[in-house]
């Protein structure tokens, strides 16, 4: 068993946390919100002060905040975690930020004795939940050798990256990939729909033709076709729009940095940010349906 603090128990934080007390750890838990702390106490964790007393004595330290800012704020300056934990805590970043900061917090710690990974994840809240997330890790093989038990309670799928930022740039071309094909998947639906098809049949055609993909799969983003997804729950749920942009942006700067062509990448970004403009960015991301199909778009 070991003793971990974790930091930041949005709607994927919380049950990660409550993944890592069934395993069997002992988990200090700190945020800002005083519901999303009673639902993890209820879960079995226990709820700290502060963020300086949730790492007293702890093994690990899992931070999942919401960007880069808010990272260095909790690490480096405001709460300046890194002074506070012991030497042999290893701090596991699950944050989606800027591989640029994912390096300089590694950085930091490395020049406190400490070791530090940046983890992202990808799974949405139902792989939270289920404990069946994917981890792309940046670090030291020590690093993640010594972290895959841990992570390994909170997912199914444990990938190092590699360096230090690497997690943060595979999470980048992830989600840039996903957003291109949910934003093409809705558009190849409505045009369907437009044209007299049936959109559960025409799902069924394309998800066992080469036009299959995930969105087919297990999230389809028109109302009605799937059960159990975010578009038959009035997209309610899920992955925000406005993660999604926030998500896009970052593979934006990702792609300046190395000079690499993203012409499908830069059209998803102005399709979603079009999409948020319009006022839903709290909406999950498959409702980007709704900007190709006008009845939709004039019910939401």
């Known amino acids: 068993m070991a003793k971990i603090a974790f930091v930041g128990l949005g709607n994927m934080g919380g049950p990660m946390a409550a993944n890592l007390v069934k395993a069997g750890h002992e988990v200090s838990v700190f945020d800002l919100s005083a519901p999303a702390v009673e639902h993890a106490v209820e879960a079995g964790a226990h709820s700290a002060e502060s963020a300086s007393s949730a790492v007293d004595g702890a093994h690990f330290l899992i931070t999942m905040l919401p960007a880069g800012i808010h990272v260095k704020s909790v690490l480096v300056t405001k709460d300046a975690l890194l002074d506070k934990v012991a030497k042999d805590c290893l701090v596991i970043d699950s944050s989606t930020i800027d591989s640029e900061t994912a390096k300089e917090m590694a950085k930091a710690a490395q020049e406190r004795g400490i070791q530090f990974i940046d983890a992202p994840v990808s799974g949405g809240v139902g792989g939270a939940v289920a404990g069946t997330l994917a981890f792309m890790v940046g670090g030291t093989d020590e690093a993640f050798n010594k972290a895959k038990p841990i992570l390994d309670c909170m997912g ?114 102005g399709l979603f940010n079009l999409h948020q403009a319009k006022g839903n960015g709290g909406l999950d991301f498959s409702s980007i349906f709704r900007l190709y199909n006008s009845k939709s778009d004039s019910q939401g």
């Open 156 to 269: 199914k799928n444990i990938f190092h990256a590699g360096g230090s930022g690497a997690g943060q740039v595979a999470k980048a071309c992830n989600n840039m990939m996903l957003a291109v094909l949910m934003a093409g998947t809705s558009e190849a639906l409505n045009m369907g729909i437009n044209n007299g098809l049936d959109p559960k049949v025409l799902s069924e055609i394309m998800s066992k033709s080469s036009g299959n993909n995930w969105a087919l799969q297990v999230y389809n983003p028109v109302p009605g076709v799937m059960d159990g997804v975010p578009a038959s729950n009035d997209y309610e749920g899920g992955f925000m729009v406005d993660l999604m942009c926030k998500d896009l942006g970052l593979a934006m700067d990702n792609s300046q940095a190395s000079r690499s062509p993203v012409p499908m990448g830069s059209a998803a970004r």
